[in-house]
């Protein structure tokens, strides 16, 4: 049995469907989930779903996932600005990993367009809304062949 795809999401992605639908749409973090595990089942692939608000928290998941996953798909939220320390964690993270944002980040205030998380991802995907994680499902697929 293959490892599953961990798929990460950080601090306020909880708050999905509840305010800003124009930036973030009108889906909740929940709704999303859901047809990420029907999805991931459609190709073959075991999904868990975590969503934290604490960097730490984060890291501990990336590390536990050294073992227990074989990609990560993550959304670090406003961490991908700022954490060095999520960045650390990916690196020694073996599998391919996959960034996403529902925005696009680049259109965004400047503080936004820097992510160091993108100094490890193995793709980046913003601005497809919350289809952006069925097109990191589909890739971390083929990906994992
Ligand atoms: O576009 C994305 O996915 C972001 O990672 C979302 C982060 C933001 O800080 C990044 O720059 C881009 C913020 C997530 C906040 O999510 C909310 C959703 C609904 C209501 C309020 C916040």
């Known amino acids: 049995m293959p490892k599953p795809i961990h798929i990460l999401n950080g601090p306020n ?7 800003q639908p124009e ?3 009108s889906e909740t973090l929940v709704d999303v989930e859901k047809w990420c595990a029907t999805m991931a089942k459609e190709l073959g692939l075991a999904c868990s779903c975590l969503q934290s608000n604490h960097e730490g928290q984060l890291v501990d998941w990336i590390q536990e996932a050294r073992q227990s996953a074989s990609g990560i ?7 991908s ?4 320390a999520i960045l650390d964690a990916l ?6 990993v ?4 529902i925005s696009n980040i680049h259109k965004r205030e400047a503080f936004r367009h820097h992510s160091y998380v993108s100094h490890r991802a193995d793709g980046v995907i913003a601005g497809f809304g ?7 499902l589909r890739r971390m697929a083929s990906l994992l062949g």
Do not use: C, K, M
Request: net charge negative.
């Open 73 to 79: 798909i993550i959304n670090p939220g406003a961490y």
């Open 130 to 136: 919350t289809e952006g994680y069925a097109l990191a």
């Open 98 to 101: 996959l960034e996403v944002h």
């Open 23 to 25: 930036v973030y749409g």
């Open 91 to 96: 690196n020694a993270f073996d599998g391919p």
């Open 13 to 19: 992605l909880n708050l999905l469907g509840q305010r």
């Open 81 to 84: 600005h700022t954490s060095v």
